[in-house]
């Protein structure tokens, strides 16, 4: 599946147009949380298609993994609606959020270090497990049934990623790149509608960087969800985002397709202050 044209919707939102006529997987209207006075986000206002690509960029500091904080109700919004897949996410813990349709990986990678790899995977797996706890320890009720297909789950999604052979390390011992993978391994887990990724590339070398890009693109065809990610690697952005929205000191500057971000008067001043240019490579 390739980048599709970026076209309106009644709402002004713009989404690919092979999601023009599906409810938008998520929606957020006048999104907003204060900090002891302090706006930190405000009218943050977005909508992204059922299989888009989407990018949220801006300057250090301008308040995206704060977005992302929100989005999966690690903070309560201050103002504002969220809706996921048509339903508000309000007054919903971080672990309903999630089975709502809503995973996240994070600027520091969060795995379970001294589990294997095959089992960090299976932590994912939990929302689509219905068996007790009591049949879990009693080991009744189908439960060697629903382990035999959570290993099954967990090795296709290890093999998805090229990780199968990895299965009973122990993840703590992996390669950077090779965590990064597992972190979104096991987010994709979940089955969720929409993943979002913060800072995917950070640390990786420009032939792992090609790989996420790739895995990015992947994920989006094969799973047939929508991508979310704050990343720094302008390339990587523009390559592969179809829509962009742009922060700076918490609110929404611009929003449009790579090429419409590239050349705004608003962008470029926000990265580069008042110099002339576009808005090609990565963040200071």
């Not at 797996?125 to 789950?153: I, V």
């Not at 704050?230 to 829509?243: A, K, P, Q, R, S």
């Not at 050349?263 to 001043?269: A, G, H, L, W, Y």
């Amino acid at each position: 599946m390739s980048k599709d044209k970026m076209v309106p919707v009644p709402s002004n939102a713009i989404v690919p147009e092979r999601d023009i006529n599906k409810i938008p997987i998520l929606e957020t209207h006048h999104l907003g949380i204060d900090f002891g006075g302090l706006k930190a986000v405000d009218e943050f206002s977005i909508t992204v298609g059922r299989t888009e690509i989407s990018g949220l960029i801006g300057p250090n500091g301008a308040g995206k993994t704060t977005v992302f904080n929100l989005l999966t109700n690690v903070y309560q919004p201050t103002r504002g609606t969220i809706l996921l897949d048509g339903k508000s996410t309000a007054k919903k813990s971080t672990a309903q959020i999630n089975k709502m349709g809503i995973a996240r990986t994070f600027q520091n990678i969060r795995l379970f270090s001294n589990m294997s790899v095959i089992d960090n995977v299976r932590v994912g797996l939990h929302n689509s497990t219905n068996q007790s706890l009591a049949a879990s320890l009693t080991r009744l009720f189908g439960y060697k049934t629903s382990e035999r297909k959570s290993l099954e789950e967990a090795m296709e999604l290890l093999s998805f990623f090229h990780m199968d052979d990895m299965a009973n390390r122990q993840a703590g011992s992996l390669p950077y790149g090779a965590q990064r993978r597992l972190e979104i391994a096991r987010a994709l887990a979940t089955r969720p509608g929409i993943i979002l990724l913060d800072e995917p590339a950070a640390g990786m070398n420009p032939s792992e960087t090609a790989e996420l890009m790739e895995n990015i693109r992947r994920i989006r065809d094969n799973f047939n969800i929508a991508v979310m990610l704050i990343e720094h690697d302008m390339n990587l952005v523009m390559n592969i985002c179809e829509g962009i929205c742009v922060l700076d000191h918490g609110k929404v500057i611009a929003k449009g397709s790579p090429d419409e971000i590239r050349s705004n008067p608003k962008v470029i001043e926000a990265y580069l202050g008042k110099k002339k240019g576009g808005v090609e490579g990565g963040e200071e």
